[in-house]
């Protein structure tokens, strides 16, 4: 038997999942813990793939008709406090402004001072303060719909912090808008999630389910909150984005009034949604294999990196010139989804091995070797990062660069097909709770991480016996998909009640 | 005499500089006051105007080598303390989070709990946080230089604040590099200005002296800062954007060592430089006039609007075809800087009038009318927003559409030369003392903001002239002007003692 292969990233994904997501995330260089408890610091590689994410997304909301603003980071108190369950939802992990100054206490030391009136939170979301804002912009229905999105950073307080799944600070795109009718607001939280499903699949690669939560996992505030789910590595759902249909609720809380076409008095809907940098998470656990991260080559920061492999500086100035004129070439082309194809050539004097895993591990699409012999014959070494680091094919020059853009579109659609057979593979039709029970019990206590995926079960519909899942099981009705229907009736898998359909059950991020 | 035409903007300049400012603002709507005290709200075509600065600057600094990321909003105190001079600038005027929860209180209000051990700094600039993540990745010689920049929000406590100009929360860009010698990090420090010169030039059509700050204006623990400084129309400075070369303190305070080519640990030299959304008040200040804000073609959020004039449904939908095969071809154009031509149609059913203003007061740089007989005559009527209001031309379409780039582009260079010719206009050689009291002494002291402009006057480099300047007068060396030296050697204009070159005094925002 051939030795194993030692792959890059220890432990690997069987070995220890969450470890090897850490070392994934380290290896790539795309972020790190800060010396403040809960907040990262995302390192070039990770923001620029942020970048990429946020100008495709952008792109897709503004064409939708959607404008961007910004709003301030930070809200009174009072705010907050105007929405009950809101408040009740976010008061316990926000950090709480008291002082406006730091002076010389009695030890010397600088101690707060200047105590603020009213304590200010740092925005945890912006519902309250955009309401606030809203309220004054809308007299009469004309002024409506109001379809605003913004960029930022919000905070919520995280004492268990995991790279880019979960801080305390975290980077999003928050949407808010104001509307004449219920329908309207309803068809724009569909429309906005149908965005993100779009985004997400096409761009990430990620394949999700899109649904409705349950009332359980609502936005605090929200009168419907609608999502899509996408499946680790691990088998763990994670949610990818979510749009609220908030009802009448902010607005009555904030007073965004308007005078309707019949002259009365009305209160706006508003809907909002949201997605964020825990999208970098999701990729890499979708995506990244024992040898490191895999970039979708759509949003990938680079699609293809060259090294010159070269002995001496005779060889050297001879092959950068090769490199130089393929980078060249690349340069010129477009990615099949628009816009110019990203090239790296990186010509630092280091050990060729070690410089093409580094590249390996930062997940480029396609690493492109070229020494003396390549140059001889007018050809590449290729290696495609969707296959193992040792699957390397010898290409003429010109086929090469002529192929580049099918081939990153293959490497996309490969991409999200075998994280979408991946899926399919782990969701499973349960009846009987037995077996339900067995799926969700770890089959190896000492890893609980590995359980079964999604069990794609009845629900009679009642909070009761999702809540015994979540104590016993720790697993949640993920969403309850829109076309749930398809599945066909059934019994709850729990208490044997009547279902319309099928609902998925995880354990999630 | 002819009836003076009425203004779209009052109160003028002339009437009421400040409150004009805020006018403009408004009637462009850019942005507004929030109810977070010194907190504002970015309106969507502010946020626009923020964003091609933001693209525009960031391909700039990318393409000079540095790096996008993204470091922590929180800052813990101990770590401000490590500077001395710099906390000591900062401290007065800083947002401090001091709890992570809201609790109900004893009257059942919410009151702040969970006390942190150490309090949290909101930002106020982050060279203390990232000096301590430099320490943490910097061993070696091989590990510099670090070139980085990260766009952001940050909070300097701000009492009387400006809509864009001074605010509690402000958006800007902080570059932060690390370097091997104090000539590398002194290098950057003038190539960062460069660019700043470079793009606030060429971009938002600002001319700018370039130099170095005096001691007493310099960031509080740089060695040295370098700005460039613009006049605004009431002939105050403003300072639109600095770069600094810090030495090696920050390095010494963060501990940010390295291991030298020859083996000794040696400190890293740092830099660091910023240009915030104040560039937005400079733009209104200096090129918005008595009918509203003018947008620098080449960052604004659109290049021409078409606005169909019709009555009834008959000519309706015959000038709405028209208009949108022009906005169709005009759509299929580059500017003269690349990217393509935005233009908007404004189809809304409204008085012709009305809709024409509104786009005046938001100054989008061509405004284009078409109605049934411009229809007839395949033609269009233009007005450029560089000209009066109701100066407007008709023109064939076709030679409209040939000519916008170079329109464009003439009104981008006469923006510049229009502000350059009022600066110019605006500074004075003055060698007297008498002279130099009266050029800031207001003409008329019900309006203070009424003065001279910029003394270009001689100064022996002793702070002790500069402060009584400022003490008697409220004006400020802006900077020591880089080419200083060719306006020849003199006396200061307070004590008479020897001075190598003039430098412009100024009221300052």
Redesign the interface.
Same mark, same amino acid.
Do not use: D
């Given at each position: 038997m051939a030795k194993a292969r030692q792959n890059a990233i220890s432990p690997t994904r069987a070995e220890d999942y969450a470890e090897w997501y850490q070392q994934v995330i380290k290896a790539a260089d795309m972020g790190e813990s800060?010396?403040?408890r809960g907040?990262?610091?995302?390192?070039?590689w990770g923001?620029?793939f942020?970048?990429n994410i946020q100008r495709s997304l952008d792109e897709r909301l503004k064409a939708s008709g959607h404008?961007? %603003?910004?709003?301030?980071?930070?809200?009174?108190?009072s705010? @907050? *406090?105007k929405e009950a369950e809101h408040?009740e939802g976010f %008061?316990?992990?926000?950090?709480?402004?008291?002082?406006?100054? @730091? *002076?010389p206490g009695p030890d010397g030391?600088?101690v707060?001072a200047?105590e603020l009136e009213e304590?200010?939170?740092?925005r945890p979301t912006s519902e309250t303060?955009i309401g606030?804002?809203y309220a004054k912009w809308v007299q009469s229905y004309r002024d409506l719909p109001i379809l605003?999105n913004q960029w930022?950073?919000v905070?919520r307080?995280e004492l268990r912090p995991r790279l880019f799944l979960r801080t305390s600070?975290f980077?999003w795109q928050e949407g808010h808008t104001a509307h004449e009718t219920s329908e309207e607001a309803r068809a724009e939280t569909r429309k906005v999630l149908e965005i993100y499903r779009g985004f997400v699949e096409d761009c990430l690669a990620l394949p999700v389910v899109v649904g409705v939560k349950t009332a359980a996992q609502r936005f605090p505030g929200a009168v419907e909150t609608m999502c899509i789910e996408a499946m680790m590595q691990d088998r763990k759902a994670l949610q990818a984005g979510t749009s609220h249909y908030m009802g009448q609720n902010f607005a009555k809380a904030s007073g965004i009034v308007y005078q309707s076409r019949e002259g009365r008095e009305e209160h706006a809907w508003t809907t909002s949604w949201g997605a964020s940098a825990r999208l970098i998470g999701a990729a890499v656990m979708t995506h990244a294999d024992d040898d490191g991260m895999v970039m979708p080559p759509r949003l990938a920061p680079a699609h293809a990196v060259i090294l010159p492999i070269f002995r001496g500086p005779d060889e050297r100035r001879a092959v950068l010139d090769y490199a130089e004129g393929v980078a060249a070439a690349v340069r010129r082309l477009e990615t099949p989804w628009g816009g110019k194809i990203e090239v790296m050539l990186d010509s630092r004097d280091m050990n060729a091995g070690e410089k093409g895993w580094e590249w390996v591990k930062k997940g480029v699409p396609i690493r492109v070797e070229a020494g003396p012999r390549d140059l001889e014959k007018n050809a590449v070494f290729v290696a495609r990062r969707d296959r193992g680091p040792r699957d390397k094919y010898s290409q003429g020059r010109d086929d090469f660069i002529a192929s580049l853009p099918a081939v990153l579109r293959d490497i996309q659609d490969g991409l999200f097909a075998r994280a979408k057979a991946f899926r399919d593979a782990n969701c499973r039709d349960i009846d009987d709770l037995g077996e339900f029970k067995a799926f969700f019990t770890p089959a190896r206590p000492e890893k609980p991480e590995i359980h079964g995926g999604f069990a794609l079960s009845h629900w009679c519909g009642d909070p009761a016996c999702e809540t015994r899942v979540a104590e016993e099981l720790a697993a949640t009705i993920r969403c309850v998909p829109l076309d749930r229907e398809k599945s066909g009736p059934g019994k709850c898998v729990v208490c044997g009640g009547g279902s319309e359909g099928r609902v998925p059950f995880a354990k999630a991020y």
């Open positions: 800060s010396p403040v907040c990262m610091v995302i390192k070039p923001y620029s942020w970048e404008a961007n %603003a910004y709003f301030p980071l930070f809200i009174p108190k705010f @907050l *406090e408040v %008061a316990k992990e926000c950090a709480v402004v008291t002082h406006h100054r @730091l *002076e030391s600088l707060p200047g304590p200010l939170i740092v303060m606030a804002i605003l930022c950073n905070v307080w600070e980077l």
